[in-house]
C-alpha cells in the first residue's frame, strides 16, 4: 500500500512548499523551544544547586548567637539527629577598598585554625588559604574579587571591632553558603557593595573580642533527623548566650532567595511557555488546515485513482508530520542551546562553582506530543472533510464564495473607494473564517508579547513604588548592635546630613496557631518621612499606637486576619514572648514584611527606645564628605545606598528576567511573521489567477502588491485591538498565578508596552510582507492565467 | 472583404511589426524552440486569426505581441516603437494603455461584479468609454451587478471581452476565447468581437484551433512548428452568426 511515487511526490511537495513548511515549522519550534528551555533551564539550577550543596557540604541548620563558650559544641554535637557541628565567627565589617568611594560591606568568616572545615566548604579559585596563625591574611570571595579587580596579593582595608586593619588576600573562593551573595538589608546581590572574606579562627577570635568562643554554629543532619527537633535542642543550649533562633536550610538567607529565584523561574517557566505553545498549537492547526485546502483536488484525484481514505489520509498525515518533525526538531535545538545559554548566564549570577545542565527527556517528550498532537489534528479536520466529498467534487475547486455588495457600499464613502480596495474588503468580508483565523493568529502574537512586556512593566511599577515613591533617604547606616536614641541622633550632625530617621528592627519569631514564621518586627515613626511604608496601591501608610501593620503575604502564611493576636518571640534581649495585636494587614509587593510604630514597640520590650538603623537624607554635594566619614565609624554593619539599590536592582533585572522575557519576544515576532507570512502565501497561491489577471490588465507591480498586502495590513489592523485585549486578559491571568514569598507582581501595563507589541508585530508582518512580495514580483502571468480555475 | 484591409508598409503606419521572433524555452537538451523566426505585420482594423495546433507556438507569439512575453530574439515594434527594449514597468504601461485580453478562461475578479471588473480597467486606462457602455456592446446591460458567479461562462467571457475594450485599445489580443464554450455560446461571444471590431475598429488578433473561426477573419496566418507556413486572405468575410460547427 506504501506507493513509492505517491512519497516522491510528498518530498517534492514539501521542498515546493518549503518557505511555508518552514514557516509553520518556526511557529512549532518557538512554542516548543521556549517550553524547552525554560524547563531545563529551572532543572539545570535545581539540580546543580543540589549537588553543590552536596558536594560541599552545606549545612542543614544554622544559628547565630552573641557569644558561646566553645564548649558548647559538643553539647550541640552530641544532639540527637546531629550529625556535625562546627562552630565560626561570624561579624560585619565596613570595608575600604581603594578607588571605590562608598563604604563597602563585609562579611567576615572564620576558617578553622586546626583541622580543615568540615561544613560549607569552600571551592579555592584562585591563591591558598591563609595560614592559621596569621591574622591579615584573607581569602575574599571571587565574585567580590572580580567587581573590584582585586587578586592574589591585592590588600583591603577594614575596620574590625573599630581598628583600622589592613589584610592582604592570599586567595579568591566560593561557598555554597554565598550562591546569592546578598548584604544585610539588600534586595538583590551587589557584588561590589558586599563581599564574604574568610579569616582564620584565631585573627577573628582576637579581632572581636571572642577567645575560646564563638557566634556562629551550622549543623548537619542525620539522614532522617528532624530538623525542628533539632533546632528547638539547640535553641534550649544557646538561649542563654543570646541566640536568636536556630534555622534550617529554607531560611538560610542565600539559599532562601536562591530557592525563592529558582521556583520564580519555574513558574514562569511553565506558565509563559505553556501560553506560548498552547498558541504555537493553535496556530499550527489552522495554518496546517488551510495550507491542506489547497490540496483538495489532488485528494479528489487520488481518490478517482481508487485510493481510499485511510490511505489518504496516512499520506497526508506523513506530510504533516514531517512538517512536524522539522518543527520540533528546531524547537528542541533551539530550546536546549538557549536553555544552556541560560542556565550559563544564571550561573555566573547565583556563584555556583560549576554547572549541571543535563536536561531530562520530559520536557523534550511534552513538547514533541503537543506539537505533532497540534498538527496532526489540524491537518486531519481538512483531509477528512476532503476525502469524504465524491472525487468529482473534490475536484472541483471548492464553489466560489457568493461575494455580495456589502451594506456599507450604498454609502458615499464605499461609492468612492477604488475597485482594487473594493477587492480587498470583499476577500476579507467573504472568508469570515479564514479572516478570523489569521486575525486570530496576528492577535496572540501580539498577547504574548504584551504579556512579556507586563513583566517589564510590573518591575519598573515595583521599584518606581518601593525604591523611588515610598523611599526617600540616601544613605542608611545600619549598627552592629541597638544604640540608644541619642547616640543615633548624633548622626545628624555628619556632614551634609538634612533629615535622619530611625529604625528599630527585633529579629522575632512570630506564631499564630500552629504556624510559625521568622520575621523581623520592623519599628518606625508613626508618621514616616524617609522610609515610607506604602501599600500596593501607593499610599503611605500611618502606623497604629498599637498593634502590628503586617503584610498581606505574612497575614496568610500566619493564617491571621485582623484583631487576631500573634504571638511574638523576641529572639534578643529579654527574650520577651508577647502577644500582639494585628492592628492592620496592607498589600506589598516585596517579602512579608512586619511594622510596628517605634515607642508602641519600646512599651512592649519595656526598655527605653533604641534604634538599629539610621536613615538619612543628605545633601547630595556632600555626600562624598559623609561616606569618608562614614567608613571611619565604628560599630556599623552596613552602609547602603539608595541610588545604588536602584541601580543594581536594575541591573539584575536586566540580567535574569528581562534576558528571559527578550526570548519570548523574539519567539512573539516568529509567531507573528509564521502567520502572516502563510497567509500571504496561501492567499497567493490561491489567488494567483487574478493577480495575474490584474498585471495583465495593466496594474503595476506596486498595484498588485497593494492587493495583498493590503489585506494583510487590513487583517493586521483588525488583529491589533484583538490582540492587545487578549494580551491584557492574558497578563491578568499569569499575574494572579505568580506568587512567591520574595515577591508578588503587580499587574501594570503601560500604554508603552501595547504601543510597542502592536509596532513589533507591524515590523514582523512587514517582514513576512516583503517575503512573499518578492514572489509576488516573479508570478508568471502566463502559465497562471494558461490553467484553468 | 477587399483590398484596402491587406497590408502595405508604405502607406499605413502599422500597428504592430515583428521580426524575426524566436522563442526558447529551457536550456540545452531540454530546449523547446517554441517560435522559429516569425515575421507578422498588423494594419490598424485588421482582424486576424492565428489558426494551429497546440503547441505550435500561437499563444507564444500573442503573448509576446501584448507584451506579457519577451522573444529569445527579433523585434516587435510598436506604432513604430520597439516593444522588445521596453523594460518592465513600460511593458506594464503599453498593456494597461493600448492592449486588450481575452483569455479562454475568463480570469474575472470573483469578488467584484461585472461592471466593478470593468470599472477595474476604466480606473486606470487613459480615455475609457463608460463600463455600462462597454457591458452594452457585448449584450450585457442587464447584468451590471452580477458577481462572476452568478453569470454563465459565455456571460462570463464576455465580460472579460467588455473589459478588454471597456479602455478602447489599440489592439485586441483573444486567445482561445471560446475554447472553454459550447458552440451557440461560443458564437455569441464571438458576435461580441465581430461587433466591437466593427464598432470601434480595433485591430484585434484571436487564437483558435477551430478552423471554422478564422472564416470572421480578413487574414488568417497558420502556424506550425512556430513559423507561420501559410498565410490566407479572406476576400469575403462570414458574419458570426453564420458559422457553425
Known amino acids: ?789 | 472583404m477587399s483590398k484596402e484591409n491587406l497590408v502595405s508598409t508604405a502607406d499605413v503606419e502599422l500597428v504592430l511589426q515583428a521580426r524575426g521572433l524566436t522563442k526558447v524555452y529551457g536550456f540545452g537538451e531540454v530546449e523547446v524552440h517554441a517560435l522559429r523566426g516569425v515575421d507578422l505585420d498588423l494594419a490598424p482594423g485588421e482582424l486576424i486569426v492565428l489558426l494551429g495546433a497546440s503547441g505550435s507556438g500561437k499563444s507564444t507569439l500573442l503573448n509576446i505581441l501584448g507584451g506579457l512575453d519577451t522573444p529569445s530574439s527579433g523585434e516587435v515594434r510598436f506604432l513604430d516603437k520597439p516593444l522588445t527594449s521596453f523594460d518592465d514597468a513600460a511593458l506594464t504601461r503599453y498593456r494597461r494603455e493600448h492592449v486588450g485580453f481575452v483569455f479562454q478562461f475568463y480570469n474575472l475578479i470573483p469578488s467584484l461584479t461585472a461592471l466593478e471588473n470593468v470599472s477595474l480597467v476604466t480606473e486606470i486606462a487613459r480615455q475609457p468609454m463608460p463600463p455600462e457602455e462597454a457591458l452594452q456592446l457585448v449584450g450585457l446591460g442587464a447584468r451590471l451587478h452580477h458577481f462572476p458567479a452568478q453569470l454563465s461562462g459565455g456571460e462570463q467571457q464576455r465580460v472579460a471581452i467588455a473589459r478588454a475594450i471597456a479602455k478602447r485599445p489599440d489592439l485586441l489580443l483573444c486567445d482561445e476565447p471560446t475554447g472553454a464554450l459550447d458552440s451557440p455560446t461560443a458564437i455569441l461571444v464571438l458576435q461580441a468581437i465581430e461587433r466591437i471590431h466593427a464598432e470601434l475598429r480595433t485591430t484585434t488578433a484571436l487564437i483558435t484551433h477551430n478552423s471554422v473561426i478564422a472564416d470572421m477573419a480578413s487574414r488568417v496566418l497558420h502556424m506550425r512548428d512556430g513559423q507561420i507556413d501559410q498565410q490566407i486572405r479572406n476576400t469575403t468575410r462570414r458574419p458570426a452568426k453564420e458559422l457553425s460547427w
Open chain 1, 1 to 789: 500500500m506504501v506507493s513509492a511515487t505517491l512519497n516522491k511526490k510528498l518530498w517534492r511537495d514539501l521542498w515546493r512548499m518549503r518557505g511555508q513548511v518552514l514557516a509553520i515549522g518556526l511557529i512549532m519550534a518557538s512554542g516548543i523551544g521556549v517550553l524547552v528551555m525554560g524547563l531545563s533551564t529551572v532543572e539545570a539550577l535545581d539540580e546543580t544547586a543540589r549537588a553543590y550543596y552536596q558536594r560541599y557540604r552545606f549545612a542543614d541548620v544554622f544559628a547565630q548567637v552573641k557569644r558561646a563558650p566553645k564548649r558548647l559544641l559538643s553539647d550541640i554535637a552530641a544532639l540527637p539527629g546531629v550529625q556535625t557541628a562546627e562552630a565560626r565567627v561570624v561579624e560585619s565589617a565596613i570595608l575600604d577598598i581603594e578607588g571605590f568611594q562608598e563604604p563597602v560591606v563585609g562579611r567576615l568568616v572564620s576558617l578553622p585554625s586546626t583541622t580543615n572545615s568540615r561544613l560549607n566548604l569552600l571551592t579555592l579559585r584562585s591563591g591558598q588559604m591563609p595560614a592559621a596563625h596569621r591574622d591579615d591574611e584573607v581569602v575574599i570571595s571571587e565574585p567580590f574579587a572580580r567587581a573590584h579587580s582585586l587578586h592574589v596579593g591585592g590588600k583591603i582595608r577594614a575596620v574590625l571591632n573599630g581598628a583600622w586593619r589592613e589584610l592582604r588576600i592570599v586567595g579568591t573562593a566560593l561557598s555554597p553558603e554565598y550562591v546569592y551573595a546578598i548584604g544585610p538589608g539588600a534586595l538583590m546581590p551587589d557584588d561590589r557593595r558586599f563581599g564574604v572574606l574568610w579569616l582564620p579562627e584565631l585573627a577573628l577570635q582576637a579581632a572581636f573580642d571572642l577567645e575560646g568562643a564563638f557566634n556562629d554554629v551550622s549543623v548537619s543532619l542525620l539522614r532522617g533527623a528532624r530538623a525542628r527537633d533539632v533546632i528547638e535542642a539547640m535553641d534550649r543550649i544557646l538561649d542563654r548566650y543570646g541566640g536568636i533562633g536556630a534555622y534550617e536550610r529554607a531560611d538560610q538567607l542565600s539559599n532562601w532567595f536562591l530557592m525563592n529565584e529558582i521556583e520564580q523561574l519555574r513558574t514562569l517557566s511553565r506558565i509563559l511557555p505553556t501560553v506560548f505553545l498552547a498558541v504555537a498549537a493553535f496556530l499550527t492547526n489552522i495554518v496546517l488546515a488551510r495550507l491542506i485546502s489547497l490540496e483538495r483536488s489532488e485528494i479528489g484525484l487520488l481518490k478517482a485513482f481508487g485510493y481510499n481514505r485511510r490511505q489518504i489520509a496516512w499520506h497526508y498525515a506523513k506530510f504533516v508530520l514531517a512538517i512536524g518533525a522539522l518543527g520540533i526538531a528546531l524547537g528542541w535545538i533551539a530550546g536546549y542551546w538557549l536553555g544552556w545559554y541560560e542556565t550559563k548566564l544564571y550561573g555566573e549570577f547565583y556563584h555556583f562553582p560549576f554547572l549541571l545542565y543535563r536536561p531530562a527527556p520530559t520536557a523534550f517528550v511534552i513538547a514533541a506530543l503537543v506539537g505533532f498532537g497540534a498538527a496532526l489534528l489540524g491537518a486531519m479536520r481538512t483531509v477528512q472533510a476532503a476525502a469524504s466529498l465524491p472525487p468529482a467534487e473534490a475536484m472541483r475547486p471548492p464553489a466560489p464564495p457568493m461575494f455580495r455588495r456589502l451594506v456599507i457600499s450604498r454609502y458615499a464613502v464605499a461609492q468612492r473607494l477604488e475597485q482594487l480596495t473594493r477587492i480587498i474588503i470583499r476577500q476579507v468580508g467573504r472568508w469570515p473564517v479564514r479572516t478570523l483565523t489569521t486575525c486570530v493568529g496576528i492577535a496572540m502574537a501580539v498577547a504574548v508579547l504584551i504579556t512579556s512586556f507586563q513583566w517589564l512593566d510590573a518591575i519598573d511599577h515595583m521599584v518606581d513604588v518601593y525604591f523611588r515613591q515610598a523611599q526617600s533617604q540616601d544613605v542608611t547606616m545600619t549598627f552592629a548592635e541597638p544604640r540608644s536614641v541619642e547616640v543615633a541622633k548624633s548622626a545628624a550632625r555628619l556632614s551634609g546630613v538634612r533629615t535622619v530617621e530611625p529604625m528599630r528592627v527585633v529579629p522575632a519569631k512570630l506564631r499564630f496557631g500552629s504556624r510559625e514564621r521568622r520575621e523581623s518586627l520592623q519599628a518606625l515613626p508613626m508618621k514616616q518621612h524617609l522610609y515610607r511604608v506604602y501599600d500596593a496601591n501607593g499610599t503611605a501608610l500611618t502606623l497604629p499606637p498599637d498593634g502590628l501593620m503586617i503584610s498581606s503575604m505574612l497575614a496568610e502564611m500566619l493564617g491571621v486576619s485582623r484583631g487576631d493576636r500573634i504571638t511574638a518571640e523576641i529572639l534578643e534581649g529579654r527574650r520577651e514572648v508577647l502577644k500582639i495585636p494585628v492592628a492592620g494587614i496592607f498589600e506589598t509587593y516585596i517579602g512579608s514584611p512586619a511594622y510596628i510604630e517605634e515607642r508602641a514597640l519600646a512599651r512592649l520590650l519595656r526598655e527605653s527606645q533604641t534604634v538599629s538603623a539610621m536613615h538619612l537624607r543628605v545633601d547630595s554635594l556632600q555626600l562624598s564628605g559623609l561616606l569618608a566619614e562614614l567608613k571611619m565609624l565604628p560599630r556599623l554593619s552596613a552602609i547602603s545606598l539608595r541610588a545604588a539599590n536602584i541601580q543594581m536592582f536594575d541591573e539584575t533585572m536586566a540580567r535574569t528576567l528581562i534576558i528571559f522575557v527578550s526570548f519570548f519576544i523574539v519567539f512573539s515576532c516568529v509567531l507573528a511573521v509564521g502567520v502572516t507570512y502563510n497567509a500571504a502565501r496561501i492567499a497567493l497561491s490561491e489567488r494567483g489567477r487574478e493577480f495575474a489577471t490584474l498585471r495583465v490588465l495593466g496594474f503595476t507591480r506596486a498595484e498588485i502588491s497593494y492587493l495583498l498586502l493590503g489585506e494583510i495590513a487590513l487583517l493586521t489592523a483588525m488583529a491589533l485591538p484583538l490582540g492587545c485585549f487578549a494580551g491584557h486578559m492574558l497578563a491578568r491571568l499569569i499575574v494572579g498565578g505568580f506568587k512567591t514569598e520574595l515577591y508578588r507582581v503587580p499587574f501594570v501595563l503601560e500604554g508603552s508596552s501595547y504601543g510597542w507589541a502592536m509596532i513589533i508585530i507591524i515590523l514582523a508582518t512587514a517582514v513576512s510582507t516583503v517575503l512573499v512580495r518578492r514572489r509576488l514580483d516573479r508570478l508568471d502571468l502566463i502559465a497562471v492565467l494558461k490553467t484553468r480555475e
